[in-house]
């Protein structure tokens, strides 16, 4: 217990060197895992990569669900279209090119190559955002990331595992049915309980706030349990659900996120710091170029082709297409996916290991830095702040109504704007106002600043509208009603 704790702590003072450095945690979890392994100071043997892969697939649940109940429907929609093309034909071309140089370049049989083309070719959200939230970027470009590492997940784990399977390989087409079959039940699975849960918890109203963010977890891991045990893609069920649940303007939702956040924090510290101990340092050397030729192949043209192709239906200027292909950092799922053919007891999947690991390493070092400078060159930074307004809302069962928690972040528009001119709809008043710790009731002309904390009290029939224009004003200010949602942004 106390080397745990002491991993923990560490782990999380590492977040503040992360995000000084620009370099994605993961990197600073995995050298963690290495200095405790066979080959640094405290000399650990761990070799069960089964268990490595059952942990790892636990961890991914959670960390899907964090980034499920964390992505807002309003922006991913209109990148919906762009993300499934690259999650689907985007990563075909991608294990193509990479399978083919891993073949040709390093001498693998067509199946290792294949294997590490579909390993390598998931990103990973909690990679991408640890360096994008550093640097704010239009809205287009962030909800596409996000589309992506959401959906690419599912249908590179379906072809990994049939590329493992012992036996003969299926035909290409039997596979390309296969994945169709097993996305779309775990599409239709992920929202049936994502809805139900929502309409479920919208509805009961439980003993105690800490109850909602435990039941929102387990919707979303009985998303994923329920949509593989009807052999469909249970990665692909819980990040719908988690959506979903996400969306639902649930009660005490700033809180389930938050919890979510944590358990996604302890999923990666957990996950990242146990395959450092999986790998075996002096064993990299021997395929370092290996992984550094495939790996180079993979960044400069597998990725770009494959952004190229997928986004040329839509119209996406060259910069955020740029900015995209450089974007596709790899993180904890290739690792942990190439644990499959190791458990399959796969010829050479000792190499693929190695091989993976080094690439993710190597080329998450590469890319993690330079993704600000890169999007600051490309004029697609911004130094606006885009943060929504934080609002919580709780239950008040006996009188049908609605206890609103309204936090204004840094240069909200609500700042400056009066109680008075929130104009809520009837039925809903702002009852106090906390402000540098003291609380007071407001007048009609009392002036909104930024770090005030609003408690709003709304009728049933009311909360919804309540919350729309309260976002609307953070977004739009005063004038959100004649302006517009989009021109208020």
Same mark, same amino acid.
């Given at each position: 217990m106390l080397i745990c704790s002491l991993v923990l702590l560490v782990s999380v003072a590492a977040v503040r060197i992360s995000s000084r450095s620009g370099l994605p945690s993961l990197l600073i979890y995995l050298g963690i895992g290495v200095a405790m392994g066979q080959d640094g100071l405290f000399h650990v043997r761990f070799d069960n990569a089964e268990l490595t #892969?059952? /942990?790892?697939?636990?961890?991914?649940?959670?960390?899907?669900?964090?980034?499920?109940?964390?992505?807002?429907w309003k922006d991913i929609k209109s990148s919906l279209p762009v993300g499934i093309t690259l999650s689907t034909l985007g990563v075909g071309i991608s294990i193509g090119v990479t399978a083919a140089a891993a073949h040709y370049l390093v001498g693998l049989d067509w199946?290792?190559?294949? /294997?590490?083309?579909?390993?390598?070719?998931?990103?990973?959200?909690?990679?991408?955002?640890?360096?994008?939230?550093?640097?704010?970027?239009?809205t287009r470009v962030t909800s596409v990331l996000e589309a992506e590492s959401g959906f690419n997940d599912a249908p590179v784990v379906i072809?990994?595992?049939?590329?493992?399977?012992?036996?003969? @390989?299926?035909?290409?087409? @039997?596979?390309?049915?296969?994945?169709?079959?097993?996305l779309l039940i775990g599409a239709c699975v992920g929202i049936a309980v994502g809805y139900v849960g929502a309409f479920g918890l919208r509805r009961v109203? %439980?003993?105690?706030?800490?109850?909602?963010?435990?039941?929102? &977890?387990?919707?979303?891991v009985s998303a994923y349990a329920l949509g593989a045990t009807a052999h469909g893609s249970g990665f692909l069920s819980v990040y719908l659900a988690s959506m979903i649940l996400g969306n639902a303007r649930l009660p005490h939702a700033p809180a389930n996120r938050g919890? =979510?956040?944590?358990?996604?924090?302890? =999923? #990666?510290?957990? &996950?990242?710091?146990?395959?450092? %101990?999986?790998?075996?340092?002096?064993?990299?050397?021997?395929?370092?170029?290996?992984?550094? &030729?495939?790996?180079?192949?993979?960044?400069?043209?597998?990725?770009? %082709?494959s952004v190229l192709v997928s986004l040329a239906p839509f119209r996406i200027p060259r910069a955020e297409q740029i900015l995209v292909s450089w974007a596709g950092l790899r993180g904890a799922v290739p690792i942990i996916l190439a644990t499959i053919p190791m458990v399959s007891g796969i010829d050479g999947s000792r190499r693929i290991f190695n091989i993976v690991f080094v690439l993710v390493v190597v080329y998450t070092l590469v890319q993690g830095p330079t993704l600000p400078w890169l999007a600051k060159a490309l004029r697609l930074s911004s130094s606006s702040?885009?943060?929504?307004?934080?609002?919580?809302?709780?239950?008040l069962e006996r009188l049908r109504g609605h206890l609103l928690s309204v936090a204004i972040p840094r240069r909200s528009k609500m700042h400056g704007v009066e109680v008075g001119e929130l104009r809520l709809p009837q039925g809903a008043a702002v009852t106090l106002v906390v402000r540098n710790e003291r609380s007071f009731v407001p007048q009609p002309s009392t002036l909104l600043q930024r770090g005030d904390e609003l408690l709003?009290?709304?009728?049933?029939p009311v909360r919804d509208a309540v919350e729309e224009r309260l976002r609307a004003v953070g977004q739009g200010g005063k004038l959100a009603s004649w302006l517009g949602p989009a021109d208020g942004r």
């Open positions: #892969q059952v /942990i790892g697939y636990a961890a991914l649940v959670v960390i899907l669900a964090e980034g499920g109940l964390g992505t807002k199946r290792q190559a294949l /294997i590490i083309g579909a390993v390598v070719s998931s990103t990973d959200a909690a990679a991408v955002f640890s360096v994008l939230r550093r640097v704010p970027l239009p072809i990994v595992v049939a590329l493992s399977a012992t036996g003969h @390989v299926s035909s290409w087409y @039997v596979l390309v049915g296969e994945i169709l079959l097993e109203a %439980l003993p105690a706030s800490g109850l909602y963010p435990i039941a929102v &977890m387990a919707i979303a919890f =979510a956040e944590g358990l996604g924090w302890i =999923a #990666q510290i957990g &996950m990242f710091v146990l395959l450092g %101990l999986l790998v075996t340092p002096h064993e990299l050397g021997d395929d370092f170029w290996a992984a550094v &030729m495939v790996g180079l192949v993979l960044t400069v043209v597998a990725r770009p %082709l702040d885009t943060s929504d307004l934080g609002i919580e809302s709780a239950p709003v009290v709304a009728t049933d």
